[in-house]
């Protein structure tokens, strides 16, 4: 369940004073730590899976999008947000523990970079 060194591990077991904006049994969202748009938050299971290739449980690949809507809902940014999964290293995956962007509260480019 738990990977040792995980940040976002140790996110969910409540390691940090992290605020969660919406909170499950399946998954938890909260504020990045370093924002690239006015609003930016990342949703993540609560079980550790490296990346998205590693999920085969499509419920849980739906919740995590569901609860991607309510974060960008209860951010105020229901209107126009963009969800991000990054990856592998290339494409830009820093953390090893699954986790959508959430960012909204500005225009964005296409395509990304
Ligand atoms: P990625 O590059 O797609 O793997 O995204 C990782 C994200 O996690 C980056 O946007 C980081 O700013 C963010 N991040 C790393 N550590 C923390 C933390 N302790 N709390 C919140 N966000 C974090
Ligand atoms: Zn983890």
Redesign the pocket.
Known sequence: M??EN?????I?NREFKTDFIVETQDYVSFNDITPRAPIHALV?PKK???SLNEIEDVELMGKLLKGAKETAAKLGVADNYRLVINTGEKAGQAV??IHIHVLGGRSMQWPPG
């Open positions: 738990t990977q995980c940040i976002f591990c140790k969910v993540i550790h899976f490296a090893f523990h």
